[in-house]
C-alpha cells in the first residue's frame, strides 16, 4: 500500500523558516521522481518544486531562490526547505509521486505564514 506522509507545517512570520518532510511507503522510494505542490484556498493545485531520482531539480519561479527540495533515500524522506517565507505561501502542501501511471498525494500540511 502506498503511503505518503507530510510533516513539518505550522504558523510562521513572514521572513521566517520551516523544513517540510514527506515519508514514503509501499513504494521503491529511490526509483522515484517526487515532488511538492501546494494549493491556496480558492486557487488550483500547483507544482512548487520536484527532483528527479538523480537528484536534479526544478522550481517555480514564484520560490526559486528560497525554497530547496531536497531527498534522503535511505531514510524514505523527501524534504523542503523553505526560507524567506511570504504570506503568499500560505497554502497546503502535498508530497507528490507517480507510481505505474496513477499520481499518489499524502494528506497535506498547513504552512501560514503572518504578515
Known amino acids: 500500500q502506498v503511503q505518503l506522509v507530510e510533516s513539518g507545517g505550522g504558523l510562521v512570520q513572514a521572513g521566517g523558516s520551516l523544513r517540510l518532510s514527506c515519508v514514503g511507503s509501499?513504494?521503491?522510494?529511490?526509483?522515484?521522481?517526487m515532488a511538492w505542490y501546494r494549493q491556496a484556498p480558492g486557487k488550483q493545485r500547483e507544482l512548487v518544486a520536484a527532483i528527479t531520482t538523480g537528484g536534479s531539480t526544478n522550481y517555480a519561479d514564484s520560490v526559486k531562490g528560497r525554497f530547496t527540495i531536497s531527498r534522503d533515500n535511505a531514510k524514505r524522506t523527501l524534504y523542503l526547505q523553505m526560507n524567506s517565507l511570504k504570506p503568499e505561501d500560505t497554502a497546503v502542501y502535498y508530497c507528490?509521486?507517480?507510481?505505474?501511471?496513477?499520481?499518489?498525494w499524502g494528506q497535506g500540511t498547513q504552512v501560514t505564514v503572518s504578515s
Open positions: 509501499g513504494i521503491l522510494f529511490s526509483f522515484r521522481a
Open positions: 507528490n509521486t507517480d507510481v505505474g501511471g496513477i499520481l499518489r
